[in-house]
């Protein structure tokens, strides 16, 4: 019988679920190397906190580590029911309030290491976080995709943590009553950006499909719709999503250094952002609400033949 606390928290109505204790010993070192140790020597644990039976396809997980510099406050390592995260705008959130429900930071600035670089974050109070992110950037601009039963669908691919593609002018409309449409959509072009070896700059696969439209809500700039890896959309407006999309409009002059930009996702929970140019890239700022929504002890039982999860 072997046990793993975890807390449960959201972001605007994207859940994450953080390892708290008991989880996998994955040695001392640089992120990087410590989450290729995870994915190669414990990924039933990955298994086992976030798919059914006690987790879902919609949930972010995520392990909280020994930083490697004893001043930054934690380190993290992000998973979901398909696999591995480089970084999770929402997440970090998470993390946030979930430290301090734990008594292991107080408000202000921390710095947070992750496996694609070490970020800040401020808690400005128990729900409200700032994110400062990674670098982000445009790599490739227009990029065609011949969808079957769609036609041609472009966008954009950039980097906000995770690897985009970025559709601006899909001419869905983006209502919480057309998800399995809009999922079966992004989904498409997903396959077509893999069957035509469409890829992020490192060769990484592209993973999270973005759309976007205007707000009917007034004093919001943006609407998204993110498919997430595996089947899912993201509740919440996408902190790595928003990063790469205020990316593309500083990259296209439509975002100014500081401006406040506002993206809504398909519940209405907002994120407000603002870039500031380092060379080529841009350095995300974003600011969101989460809250810490439950605490559990789960069970691994050797009796159970669905301890590790439905795989």
Not at 102 to 117: A, S
Not at 230 to 246: K, L
Not at 259 to 270: F, K, M, T
Request: one cysteine or more; glycine letters at 12%.
């Amino acid at each position: 019988m072997k046990t793993i606390s975890v807390i449960d928290s959201h972001t605007g109505g994207e859940p994450t679920r953080l390892i708290v204790d008991d989880g996998p010993d994955l040695g001392f070192g640089p992120l990087e190397l410590r989450v290729q140790n995870f994915r190669q020597s414990f990924d039933h644990v990955r298994s086992a906190v976030i798919r059914e039976p006690r987790g879902s396809e919609v949930m972010v997980g995520g392990l909280i580590c020994k930083p490697c510099d004893p001043a930054h406050s934690a380190g993290i390592i992000f998973f979901d029911g398909a696999g591995f995260l480089g970084m999770c705008g929402h997440g970090t959130m998470g993390l946030m309030v979930t430290l301090k429900h734990l008594g292991r930071i107080d408000f202000g600035d921390h710095l947070i290491e992750t496996p694609v670089g070490v970020i800040a974050a401020t808690l400005i109070d128990d729900h409200c976080v700032r994110v400062r992110n990674v670098p982000s950037y445009r790599s490739s601009q227009n990029v065609e995709v011949d969808v079957p039963g769609i036609g041609i669908v472009v966008g954009d691919i950039a980097w906000g943590g995770n690897w985009f593609y970025l559709v601006t002018n899909s001419g869905q409309t983006l209502t919480l009553d057309r998800v399995d449409q809009l999922l079966g959509y992004a989904k498409a072009i997903r396959r077509q950006l893999r069957a035509q070896g469409i890829c992020g700059e490192d060769g990484s696969p592209i993973e999270h499909i973005e759309l976007h439209s205007p707000s009917e809500t007034e004093g919001i700039d943006s609407r998204n719709f993110v498919l997430c890896p595996g089947g899912s959309y993201d509740r919440s407006p996408c902190g790595t999503g928003t990063s790469a999309r205020m990316a593309c409009l500083a990259a296209d002059g439509k975002l100014k250094p500081h401006q406040v930009w506002r993206q809504e996702s398909l519940l209405g929970s907002v994120f407000q952002g603002s870039v500031e140019p380092i060379g080529s890239k841009f350095v995300p700022s974003i600011t969101g609400s989460a809250h810490v929504c439950g605490e559990t002890t789960l069970i691994m039982n050797a009796a159970d033949p669905f301890r590790f999860g439905i795989r």
